[in-house]
Structures are given as C-alpha cells and as structure tokens.
C-alpha cells in the first residue's frame, strides 16, 4: 500500500481466501473497480484460494486470476487478504495463513474477514501480534453489486484500513463503519434483512393471486414495486414516511390498506424479527 499521509492506501495486490458467494462477489467489485483504492487492481495482481478443484478452474475462467488450494499455497505478497470462509473452517484458514510467511511476515497484509458471527478478537489471538483486522457483515446481494455492508476495525486497524474496506463493499453497494458491539444490529437489519423483504415479497404475491391474479403477474408487480419503491427513496433521498405519506389519498385504497397492515401488527412484527435476529447474533457471537 501506499504511504502518503492524508490519503487512503492505494491497494496493488490481494488475495480472497475462500472463492464462494461472497468471495466471488468481493473479487467481480475489485477487479471493476475504477476508482477508489482498488482501481489500480487488475486480475494479475489477485491470488484466490479454495479447495473445489473445479471450482477454481471456473474462477480462474471467470476472473483471470491465479487459484490456489489454500492459503498456505499463496506465494506472494499481498495488501490486502479477504477471510470469506465459512465461520465454522475459519480456524483452519487461520491455521494455514500462519504457515505462509508471505501473510504474517515483516510486511503484514490487512485482514478483512466476511464471516458472521465471528469478532475480530478472535482474528487478533489467532494471527501475529499487530495484525490489522477489519471485519465486514455484508449481505446476499452484494452478489448482484447491491450489497449493505457493516464494517468495524480491530484494535490495530488504522482509519485509512477501514477506508480501504469501505473502498471495496462501496463498490458492490453501500457500506456503513459502526462499533463492534453494533454489529448484531447490523446482522438483524441488513444480514438478515434480505429474508424479511423476500418474505414480504412473497406475501404480496399470494395475497394479489387470491384476488385472481397470475402468479407470475402478481410476483412481477410484487418485486417490481419493491424494487421501486427502494429505488424512488434512494434517489429523492425522502424519508420512508415521507414517501409513504405522499402515496396516502384521504380515504384512498392505499390509507386502506396500510390501515389493516398497521392494525394486524406490521410494524410490532417487523421489530420482533429484528430483536429475535439481534439476540441470535449475540448468542452465536458468544
């Protein structure tokens, strides 16, 4: 990385350890990325590790990258390692990047890890003393390029670390920076959160086929209108009531409609699954 003060890292080079959903979606952001910290990054510059034989040779088709088996397999230098294997083999991950000295070398890359529920204390006993960890929740579509992602730093991670994180997840969608202890909270809105607008999603569709529509008709309205009305907030930047205030005619179909939402416990509901995802997260974190 590059070392001008006041400036975010230049990255040049990186590996993905684990070349999954998330780890395919972080790879097709970096590699198109055209500006930011990543925009000097090209397929030559990114080494990707995963055990699938197969799966490897249609990344490397994919990307253009170099794969690996392992991360104890990768035989060079990098800025920046992405940890984006699953929390339950992360200790093995760990284990075989502690046998590269390329990884834990003089020269330490920084460490961004994707895996829910794991916190980066963890990360900090298990690598060499010193070692800057960023730990990312993104969520499923960041595989579409429309990703939320939480970020938080280690205790010896820079600003200019978590610069270079937002740099990435920014590219394949939005990313926010929070405390540590908010990250739970991040995993029960946005982690979680794609279920809960599939689920709505779903519930319009049956609920416009009971009143005779196609199925297929009311799942096009239903996910159309979902995608819009996100769309239409983002880009006006109205506060959600604001916009839906706008939708309400006086005793229209609308006001109607959000009358019985309302009255059947929508809003207490969308809390409960919240609270039940945050308390989960705590437990798993634990």
Do not use: W
């Not at 997840?169 to 405390?179: D, H, I, L, Q």
């Not at 005619?249 to 509901?269: I, M, N």
């Amino acid at each position: 990385m590059g070392t001008d003060a006041g400036h975010t890292h230049t990255v040049a080079s990186a590996a993905v350890i684990g070349a999954g959903t998330m780890g395919c979606a972080i790879l097709s952001g970096m590699l198109a990325a055209t500006e930011g910290p990543f925009a000097a990054v090209g397929p030559a510059d990114v080494v990707a590790a995963d055990p699938g034989q197969a799966h490897r040779d249609a990344v490397a088709e994919r990307f253009g990258v170099r794969c690996v088996a392992c991360a104890a397999d990768i035989d060079r230098a990098v800025d920046v390692v992405f940890l984006c294997v699953k929390p339950q083999v992360m200790d093995e991950a760990l284990r075989q990047v502690n046998e590269n000295p390329l990884l834990v070398g003089e020269r330490m890359p920084l460490f961004v890890t994707v895996a829910a529920g794991l916190k980066t204390p963890t990360y900090e006993a298990a690598l060499p003393t010193g070692a800057r960890v960023v730990r990312a929740m993104p969520n499923t579509p960041l595989s579409v390029g429309a990703g939320a992602t939480g970020l938080c730093a280690g205790a010896c991670a820079t600003a200019d670390d978590v610069a270079v994180a937002c740099g990435l997840f920014s590219a394949v969608g939005c990313a926010v920076v929070v405390e540590e202890d908010a990250m739970d909270a991040v995993c029960a809105v946005s982690g979680s959160g794609p279920a809960y607008v599939d689920a709505f999603i779903e519930a319009l569709r049956d609920a416009g086929a009971s009143l005779g529509l196609r199925a297929e008709v009311a799942e096009t309205l239903a996910l159309q209108t979902v995608l819009g009305a996100a769309k239409l907030l983002q880009e006006t930047g109205q506060a959600p009531e604001e916009a839906r205030r706008a939708v309400c005619s006086p005793g229209g179909t609308t006001l109607a409609g959000l009358d019985a939402l309302f009255r059947t416990g929508f809003q207490a509901s969308v809390q409960a699954a919240v609270t039940a995802a945050d308390q989960r997260s705590k437990e798993l974190s634990a």
